[in-house]
T-cell receptor
């Protein structure tokens, strides 16, 4: 399977705990994106990487959130001191962009976070 | 702020019917537009990408069109099947160097056998 993979698929945690999610993009893709989706809504952009550089962060990404892509391959998204409002589906996507432009984003299956 | 509206929010049709899903946006200054389907509790599957210079794209029974001047995109599904039941989302890039997709809330489609 050469698609985008995410781990874990589901995570249940208690309020105040830290959680970390992993995303493995399609191997040759240079861009990696994180989105968050709540029930009945479309996904909302959180942040993206061009290779290992994090180039943009949404205002939705509070200081409790941190994302890394250390070697330009897989990425992690960590949420510290989780709150019930963090409960959502966290989606990762990747794309291959050459120069200035956009291309099809391919999404992973998501990690569903439930904060009790 | 760009707003994306998808109408209707939900649609139920009998199997075999042709249908149209609508996506409208408030600012015509969009770049590429992408249609996705999402099955319950799952990630998104890309269906069609309409590049800035294009007006439509076709894949099998799906046809998507983009009219920037009117701020609308439509997804046409021919001869609907129960397997088409899913939520369909439209999303767009706002510029050539844009990095994020802005999504609508989606249309939930049910195709009744």
């Amino acid at each position: 399977d050469t698609g985008v993979s995410q781990d874990p698929r589901h995570k249940i945690t208690k309020r105040g705990q830290n959680v970390t999610f992993r995303c493995d993009p399609i191997s040759e893709h240079n861009r990696l994106y994180w989105y968050r989706q709540t029930l009945g809504q479309g996904p909302e952009f959180l942040t993206y990487f061009q290779n290992e550089a994090q180039l943009e962060k949404s205002r939705l990404l509070s200081d409790r959130f941190s994302a890394e892509r250390p070697k330009g391959s897989f990425s992690t998204l960590e949420i510290q001191r989780t709150e019930q409002g963090d409960s959502a589906m966290y989606l990762c996507a990747s794309s291959l962009v050459v120069g200035v432009g956009t291309d099809t984003q391919y999404f992973g299956p998501g990690t569903r976070l439930t904060v009790l | 702020k760009q707003e994306v509206t998808q109408i209707p929010a939900a649609l139920s049709v009998p199997e075999g019917e042709n249908l149209v899903l609508n996506c409208s946006f408030t600012d015509s200054a969009i770049y590429n537009l992408q249609w996705f389907r999402q099955d319950p509790g799952k990630g998104l599957t890309s269906l069609l990408l309409i590049q800035s210079s294009q007006r439509e794209q076709t894949s099998g029974r799906l046809n998507a069109s983009l009219d920037k001047s009117s701020g609308r995109s439509t997804l046409y599904i021919a001869a609907s099947q129960p397997g088409d039941s899913a939520t369909y989302l439209c999303a767009f890039y706002s510029g050539a160097g844009s990095y994020q997709l802005t999504f609508g809330k989606g249309t939930k489609l049910s195709v009744i056998p």
